[in-house]
């Protein structure tokens, strides 16, 4: 949920950004378009999925990008509380050449989660982490930003309701929450598949991990990437991982 701009390609328009096949505003959306919702949709595993869900899917974003990298034949489900931004991420997704693929829903997780009988072999988020009574600027920005309304355990006992037993759940968190989100998951009885480390440069530390679990057991796989190099130019992995999405990279 880190809201700085995405790096790679100017903004060509007020109220949002224009990527290479897509347009995403986010005027109406508590949380714009950062560099988190672009790492998990371009980082996620898409190997044989077949259908995704999107927990809290702001502004559609990640629901976009992951449409883009996957055949027709992968559904989409994005449930998202606020019906602002719901309505946007719609109105983002008609025009997209995937509208037929992705289905907005303007619902709480838990309620989705305890009533739906579908199951997916992807589920991304990016995920409330601030403690409650950290002050924002609205009550729209402190409702996404907050645990209040999506507190972790909740989010992860939703998620493993809606899982296939080999598919992923994957997260992008600041890398000290996802110490401590690493240990609920486990504690639940996920088991952490995947771990890519962001750093904006090589030689500090990372500021914002990816995290995919799984319900099945299997080897771990640590990974780490520096968005810049030396030169403060984007890095080769970063072009690697984005270029796909940002214009003139």
Known sequence: MMQDKPPGRPQLKKNGFTFKQFFVAHDRCAMKVGTDGILLGAWSPIANVKRILDIGSGSGLIALMLAQRTPETVHIDAVELDSQAAQQARENIQPSPWSTRIHVHP?????????????YSLIVSNPPYFAPGIACSSPERDSARSTATLDHQTLLRSAALLIEEDGFFCVVLPETVGQDFSALALADGWHLRFRLD????????????????????????????????????????????????????
Not at 107 to 119: C, G, H, K, L, V
Request: hydrophobic letters at 35%.
């Open 198 to 249: 962001v750093a904006e440069y090589a030689e500090r530390p990372p500021h914002r991990v990816l995290l995919a679990f799984s319900p099945s057991p299997g080897e771990t796989l640590l990974e780490r990437l520096a968005i810049r190099a030396k030169d403060t130019h984007y890095s080769e992995d970063w072009c690697g991982l984005t270029r796909d999405f940002y214009l003139f990279m």
């Open 107 to 119: 619902q709480d997780i838990a309620s989705w989660a305890e009533n739906s009988d579908q199951r």
